[in-house]
């Protein structure tokens, strides 16, 4: 469960506060997302350290920001830097999540492409009480419409599939923009829609669809990227793997 930081209604402590209770927990902001699982990171290192274990290579614990929001002014910046370079890095894994109970090991070799998209309708600006041609309205209707009717299918596909939401592509309305005043036919409105495509959907043709859609709903609509990350193919699971022959090792023996 999510709630919002500034919803201090909903906080039994301040969640700004990181405060610890008597018998060890701690209320605040970001501790399910995802500090808890870094606690955890920790954990293992310091076992690992006590029992003397020594591993082959570095092992580096990154508490980086802004991973939420596509990672430009975090990790982007850090991977850039000559002191990441200079660490040598073999290969990475994220915070992931916990896992949902005993004798069970979850692990992910892939990920779904972030797109974060901002599609604009544009028309000739004119009152309210006309029933003006393609309004910025109804064009920004048909876009929304395409992409609900597109959300429904994917989330009729996790329901009745029981897939993971990482299985499907996800899409999500998170902003409207534009207008002027209530009795005004704005001369733009703006959707932005946060997607995260599944890992067996071509990117190219999902760009294309939308770009159909564009078309599709008239004249002078356009599509601008906010994000806009590359597809990685996923990890092969397979002997071909050294990292995953380990894991799968290492989790049979346990």
């Given amino acids: 469960m999510f709630f919002c930081p500034f919803a201090y209604e909903h906080w039994t402590h301040p969640p700004f506060a990181a405060h610890v209770s008597e018998d060890g927990f701690i209320y605040a902001r970001g501790t399910q997302d995802m500090k808890g699982i870094g606690m ?8 690992l350290k006590n029992a003397g274990v020594r ?3 570095t092992v580096h614990i990154s508490f980086v920001p802004d991973e939420e929001i596509g990672g430009q002014e975090g990790m982007r910046v ?6 990441f370079k200079k660490l040598n890095i073999g290969f990475g894994t994220d915070e992931s999540i916990p896992n949902p109970g005993p004798n069970v090991l979850i692990t992910f070799h892939g990920e779904r492409t972030s797109r974060q998209i901002k599609i604009t309708a544009r028309s000739n600006p004119g009152h309210g009480a006309l029933l003006g041609e393609d309004t910025a309205g109804e064009k920004l209707y048909y876009i929304i419409d395409k992409f609900m009717k597109l959300r429904a299918e994917e ?8 897939l993971w939401f990482g299985d499907v592509t996800t899409i999500n309305l998170t902003q409207l ?8 036919l704005p001369e733009s409105l703006s959707a932005s829609f946060d997607i995260r495509i599944a890992t067996d959907v071509d990117h190219d043709e999902f760009e294309e669809m939308i770009l ?3 078309k599709e709903a008239g ?7 906010l994000v806009k990350n590359p597809q990685v193919n996923n990890t092969k699971i397979d002997d071909s793997n050294l990292f995953w022959v380990a894991i799968k090792k290492a989790a049979n023996e346990m």
């Fill in 177 to 184: 923009e534009g207008g002027v005043q209530v009795n005004v």
């Fill in 155 to 162: 989330k009729r596909k996790l329901d009745e599939r029981n």
């Fill in 78 to 83: 850090f991977s850039e830097s000559e002191e």
């Fill in 40 to 47: 955890m990171n920790l954990e293992a290192v310091r076992n």
């Fill in 212 to 214: 159909r859609w564009c």
């Fill in 219 to 225: 004249q002078d609509v356009t599509l601008e990227y």
């Fill in 55 to 57: 591993l082959k290579r």
